[in-house]
């Protein structure tokens, strides 16, 4: 692999990804010139798409294919294994694709309707704990036409239906690799994305190639790419430096951003990109649990917590405070946390508390991801943890667990107090409200507000214009609010760091802040 000897030095450019202009074309160089090595918090916790509705989507965007993707920095789906979609009637309830000629998967079974009905099919027959049936709750029927067409049949109108498809919840799979009411358990894949999965270790690295049966829109700029899986942010931040990686991507270290922008006016050999991201964090209350199910205790939380003093003394410049479940930049964002708890308040959280009678100070014990979001998610549960002892009003004992066990016990609904992180499936504010309510939800915790699941979401999906849905989830805000379920904390604003000979990086994200590593390619490559 291509790697410069000795330390290397930084040239920070601070430019939102959205604006910058790539250009160059490869020319036919060595392999290592040709490959990239990418470092990451985030692993995926599982490779089968009927079990993960987490951050396993980075991989399987660039090794499963859907029918529908995002092209170049565009926010509107546009066909990938289909040829073509639509609507076929004005009341979004029938969709229908046609497909590609001569698709494949990569062990050359064909990519046909059949197969494309059985990967909808099985994530609703499956439906895994941890995984997206309910991203699919709209769908009733999956029907097929020949051998290139497929039709959806939804319950009800949902004009989000397009974005569904894609999400990598609706990867495609291989009938013959992927059982139809079973997860598949082994470490292996097949897909049709742009690349294969040439071997993987758990945890650790996913080595993957070029796929020579791919068709679709991507254009690969490289031959292969490694992504490597750190636990410790520091250790990745450093595995750059040294030259034994490429590119960072989640998970940089906000109190390394400094380190790598102070030398900007220097000639360096890393570059740093600044995106803001619709990437929200927040906590979740399970009211299955003493205390959690409180509204006082809730409402009191909300009131002390100082998003201000978290950000600053934890994520600096890569984050932003949130009072909204639905971030800035979304359509629909408003502010109902600080419109309602305004300023952090302790004063009046104790009122709170002593008008419902509940004694002081409140147990709560919250829980966190040790590896996920980066290791600094640690000082920020330290920092929520001195913020609500300090008030004198709650007794806080804070827990970490690596990812794979912590989404497992959540999901039973294990923790009365959880942090997450949430990038959106797709950029609509659909998708910041609906995948958190309803009886089957992303957090494996039942919430169910019939105002918002039964009036105001399928209001807002019978409207194809999307932007005239502000009405319905600034309501929806609103109810998230004086619930106090779900509480905001901060917004983040991601950092790239990459070695100045890697190009590509400003059309790397696509509209759901996923990586597409086929972007990605050396400059000594030109």
């Known amino acids: ?160 239906f397009p974005f569904i498809l894609a999400a990598p919840a609706t990867s495609l799979v291989d009938p013959e690799s992927y059982p139809a ?59 750059l430096k040294k030259g034994d990686i490429d590119v960072t991507y989640r998970g940089l270290p906000p109190d390394r951003v400094p380190e790598l922008e102070k030398t900007a006016d220097e000639k360096g050999t890393i570059a740093l990109s600044r995106v803001v991201m619709p990437e929200i964090h927040y906590l979740v209350f399970n009211p299955e649990h003493e205390y959690a199910d409180s509204l006082a205790v809730r409402q009191a939380v909300a009131q002390v917590i100082d998003r201000d003093a978290l950000v600053r003394k934890v994520y600096g410049r890569t984050a932003e405070p949130l009072y909204s479940m639905i971030p800035r930049g979304i359509t629909g964002h408003t502010t109902p946390f600080f419109d309602l708890y305004g300023e952090p308040d302790p ?19 919250f829980w966190y991801t040790t590896d996920r979001y980066g290791s600094v998610t640690a000082r920020e549960f330290e920092e929520l943890e001195r913020q609500l002892e300090d008030s004198g009003l709650f007794d806080v004992t804070v827990k970490g667990r690596k990812w794979e066990k912590f989404a497992a016990a959540y999901n039973k609904g294990e923790y009365p107090v959880f942090g997450r992180g949430w990038s959106p499936d797709f950029p609509d504010p659909d998708n910041y409200i609906a995948p958190f309510t309803g009886a089957r939800n992303a957090l494996g915790t039942p919430y169910e507000n019939t105002e918002i699941t039964d009036e105001l979401l399928p209001e807002s999906r019978r409207k194809a214009d999307r932007a005239g849905v502000n009405e319905q989830f600034s309501r929806a805000q609103d109810i998230l609010a004086e619930d106090a379920r779900l509480l905001p904390l901060w917004q983040a604003r991601q950092y790239i760091a990459a070695d100045d000979d890697v190009a590509g990086v400003e059309w790397s994200l696509d509209a759901s802040t996923i990586m597409r590593m086929w972007e990605l390619y050396k400059k000594t490559s030109w």
């Open 347 to 365: 004063e009046a959280a104790a009122v709170t508390l002593q008008t419902a009678g509940v004694t002081e100070p409140v147990p709560l014990t």
């Open 181 to 239: 009411e079973k997860l598949a358990d082994k470490d292996t894949l097949v897909g049709s994305g742009p690349y294969t999965l040439a071997s993987y270790e758990k945890g650790s690295v996913a080595e993957l190639e070029r796929n020579s049966r791919y068709q679709g829109d991507a254009e690969l700029r490289n031959d292969s790419v490694s992504i490597r899986y750190f636990d410790d942010s520091d250790a990745m931040t450093d595995a």
């Open 1 to 160: 692999m291509f790697f410069r000897s000795g330390p290397r030095r930084v040239a920070a450019v601070l430019i939102p990804v959205s604006l910058l202009v790539g250009c160059g074309t490869l020319s036919a160089s060595g392999d290592d010139e040709r490959h990239i090595d990418v470092g990451t918090t985030s692993a995926p916790s599982t490779l089968d798409p009927a079990a993960a509705w987490d951050g396993s989507w980075e991989l399987y965007r660039n090794v499963y294919q859907t029918l529908m993707h995002y092209a170049g920095t565009s926010t509107v789906p546009q066909p990938d294994a289909a040829k073509s979609c639509g609507f076929t009637g004005a009341d979004s309830r029938t969709y229908r694709c046609r497909l590609r000629e001569d698709l494949t998967f990569s062990n050359g079974n064909p990519l046909d309707a059949a197969a494309v009905k059985h990967s909808f099919d099985r994530v609703l027959a499956i439906n895994a704990e941890t995984g997206p049936a309910g991203l699919l709750d709209s769908l009733e029927e999956v029907e097929t036409e020949g051998d290139r067409t497929v039709t959806f049949h939804l319950k009800r109108p949902d004009a989000t």
